[in-house]
C-alpha cells in the first residue's frame, strides 16, 4: 500500500525559505513520478511542480523562479524548497502520485508570518 | 497553461436527485495517439486530501460508489452524480494532466437543498 507523509515546519518568517520533505512508502519512489500541490485557505489547487521517475524536474511557471524539488532515494523522499516566501505562501502543502493524482500525503499547513 | 473552467460555483440539489457539474478546458486533452482524455475528478472534504475519483475523464477509482460517472470528450466534460446522497457534500475539482503545468478547475462546492 502506496503512503505518502509530508513533514516539515508550519512557521516560515517571510523572505525566507519553505522546506518541506515527502516520505513515499509502499513503493519505490523512482518508480512513479511524484507532484506537489498546495491549496490556500478556503481557495482551491496550485500545482507547484514534479519530480520525473528522480530524474528531472517540471515546476509552474507561476512559482519557476522559486521552487527546487530534489530527491534523496536512499530514503525514499523528495523535497520541496521555496524560497522568498510570503503571505501568499501560506496554504496546506500536498504530495500526490503524478498524472492523475491518485494516492496523496494528508497535507501538511504552512503559515509565512513574523 | 492550459485553463480549466468548472460550472457552477455552487449548486444546492435534493438528496437523492441528480447532480451535474461541467469542466471546460482551453485547449483539447485529448491524446490522438491512444484516444485518451488526459482529464481526472475529485471530491474535496473539509480538513482532508482530494479523493480521486474519475481519471481518464470516465474511469472509476476502485471503491468510488457507481453514482459517480464521468463522460466527455476533448474540450467539455461532465462529473454526474445520479443520486445525491449526504456523504456528497464537498467541494468537486476537475484536473488535466495532458500538460505541464498540471492545472485544476476552481471548484464546484455541492451542498444539499
Known amino acids: 500500500q502506496v503512503q505518502l507523509q509530508e513533514s516539515g515546519p508550519g512557521l516560515v518568517k517571510p523572505s525566507e525559505t519553505l522546506s518541506l520533505t515527502c516520505t513515499v512508502s509502499?513503493?519505490?519512489?523512482?518508480?512513479?513520478?511524484w507532484s506537489w500541490i498546495r491549496q490556500p485557505p478556503g481557495k482551491g489547487l496550485e500545482w507547484i511542480g514534479r519530480?520525473?521517475?528522480?530524474?528531472?524536474?517540471n515546476y509552474n511557471p507561476s512559482l519557476n523562479s522559486r521552487v527546487a524539488i530534489s530527491v534523496d532515494t536512499s530514503k525514499n523522499q523528495f523535497s520541496l524548497k521555496l524560497s522568498s516566501v510570503t503571505a501568499a505562501d501560506t496554504a496546506v502543502y500536498f504530495c500526490?502520485?503524478?498524472?492523475?493524482?491518485?494516492?496523496w500525503g494528508r497535507g501538511t499547513q504552512v503559515t509565512v508570518s513574523s | 497553461d492550459i485553463v480549466m473552467t468548472q460550472s457552477p460555483d455552487s449548486l444546492a440539489v435534493s438528496l437523492g436527485e441528480r447532480t451535474t457539474i461541467n469542466c471546460k478546458s482551453s485547449q483539447t486533452v485529448l491524446n490522438n495517439a491512444n484516444n485518451k482524455n488526459y482529464l481526472a475528478w475529485y471530491q474535496q472534504k473539509p480538513g482532508q486530501p482530494p479523493r480521486l475519483l474519475i481519471y481518464?475523464?470516465?474511469s472509476r477509482e476502485s471503491g468510488v460508489p457507481d453514482r459517480f460517472s464521468g463522460s466527455g470528450s476533448g474540450t467539455d466534460f461532465t462529473l454526474t452524480i445520479s443520486s445525491l446522497q449526504a456523504d456528497d457534500v464537498a467541494v468537486y475539482y476537475c484536473q488535466q494532466y495532458y500538460t505541464i503545468p498540471r492545472t485544476f478547475g476552481q471548484g464546484t462546492r455541492v451542498e444539499i437543498k
Open positions: 509502499g513503493v519505490s519512489i523512482s518508480s512513479s513520478s
Open positions: 500526490a502520485r503524478d498524472g492523475y493524482f491518485d494516492i
Open positions: 519530480l520525473y521517475y528522480s530524474k528531472s524536474t
Open positions: 481518464w475523464a470516465s
